[in-house]
């Protein structure tokens, strides 16, 4: 695969669905390639799966570079940290001998996530009811939330003297707030582990990180932008409500990293070769018969950080061109291509039918609509093994891909076709 050599770029790679495309695996590939790897956004809701050695890894906050001992990994001013829950990441890492403590960075603007704020995304779920947003309930809301409204706690607070001070009032604040949503808990447990995983954190090189990035790159460093979540669930382009509390798309690294628009260089888009979703919220080719259990089953889709079933439907081509779009993507990533392998014939959304049975090949601005989408049928390839180039790869499977580059106008780079490293087949280098 041909990645262009660009001066004083970031090269971004994000998924383009509603998340678990296969992000921390690629990155994982991809990372030899790269002396950084920075994470810009989301939080501790993200679950990044990478599998070698016959061990399945998932990883929450930390940049998915870190199994690369060469490889410095950035956690960016755009994610959010949970202290407890890092700790354990950190804990998990160090049992396997990985020592992180001179090749993880964190930017001293990454907001905390603290212990009320779970309390408040717990509280607001709850009340909600039927229109709940499906929520991973780690305080991810909450915690941008207060971002945005100017009060949040930032990683930069733990050495500037009055961290103690500014936490004791948030937290009274986020109490008075629980008090008129009359729900119940008790988070001093929590608490205390999530105390003790702000001591983990200062141990940690905290740094400016816009500085830190800015000046890798005229060092002539290779930086790779990671992502959480997908596209369809970004804040501003994704099918609101239902989607995540930041901006998951390219334009999201600028600000979650600090960097001009005219430094981002190639742009990795993941997809599955079907597509998934968990929790709620539209999805026009949802499956609810046998091809759906199958799906499910023969992909193994159950959330990695909630454990969650994950709703499955065949690929929806229209909601995949749109978000080539909104990424400006270069290098398109199929991931899960074996999944279809036991399929005889599948389907892909090509259009939707939209109110008054009109066809559109639009994401419309209200998808939770009445949307029918319009399937173009494909025949199976039956079974693709890891040492297929792309001269030989099966003919069904070619059709596949030459039809989703001609819809989204984008080429087809990368295919994986199972967890591990070696399951991963590169296609033309000149794409």
Known sequence: MLIKKTRMKIDVLLGLQWGDEGKGKIVDVLSTRYDVIARFQGGPNAGHSLEFNNIKHVLHTIPSGVFRENTLNLIGNGVVIDPAAFTEE????????????????????????????????AASEKAKGKTKIGSTLRGIGPAYMDKTGRNGLRIGDLISGNFEKKYNELKAKHERMLKNLDFEYDISEYEKKWLEGIEVIRKFQLVDGEYMINKWLREGKKIL?????????????????????????????CIGLGVAPAKIGNVFGIFKAYITRVGSGPFPTELFDANGEKLQKEGHEYGATTGRPRRCGWLDLPALKYAVMINGVTHLVMTKADVLNNFVSFSAAVKYSVEGGKASDEMPFDMNSNIKPVYRQFDGWGTMNIDTTADKLPQQFADYVKFIENYTGAKIAIVSVGPKRIETIFLDENK
């Open 90 to 121: 950190i804990e998990a890492l160090e049992k396997l001998g990985i020592d992180l403590s001179m090749r993880l960075l964190i930017s001293k603007k990454t907001h905390l996530i603290l212990p009320t704020h779970r309390i408040l995304d």
């Open 225 to 253: 932008a990671e992502g959480a979540q997908g596209t369809l669930l970004d804040i501003e382009y994704g099918t609101y409500p239902y989607v995540t509390s930041s901006h998951t798309v390219t334009a999201g690294v």
